[in-house]
Nanobody, 119 residues
């Protein structure tokens, strides 16, 4: 099983980034996918989630209206479009996959990609 994130980097406040996470080794279309983030000294935080079909999404209040999660099941890929970025969005962003049938045992994480918002 692999989750490989990409798309992070350094961006100025107000800028945009699109994160991608390519999955392999499991039935991607059956899994709920999420993006988490963790800044130094803070707990990991759920940022956004999307159901296996893509029909249902969730966002933490601090990113509503700025971030959009989407998925392309044919490409085994989940995306996080981040607009109007703020310095407080700075963190390592992690891709997460959960099997809704076995949520306690089939949970996978990517290695993370750094997002830094600074002028």
């Amino acid at each position: 099983v692999q989750l490989v994130e990409s798309g992070g980097g350094l961006v100025q406040p107000g800028g945009s980034l699109r994160l991608s996470c390519v999955a392999s080794g499991f039935t991607f279309s059956s899994y709920r996918m999420s993006w988490y983030r963790q800044d130094a000294g803070k707990e990991r935080e759920l940022v956004a989630a999307i159901s296996s079909s893509g029909g249902s999404t969730y966002y933490v209040d601090s990113v509503k209206g700025r971030f959009t999660i989407s998925r392309a099941n044919a490409k085994n890929t989940v995306y996080l479009q981040m607009n109007s970025l703020k310095p407080e969005d700075t963190a390592v962003y992690y891709c997460n996959a959960v099997d809704p049938v076995e949520p306690l045992t089939r949970v996978y994480w990517g290695q993370g990609t750094q997002v830094t918002v600074s002028s």
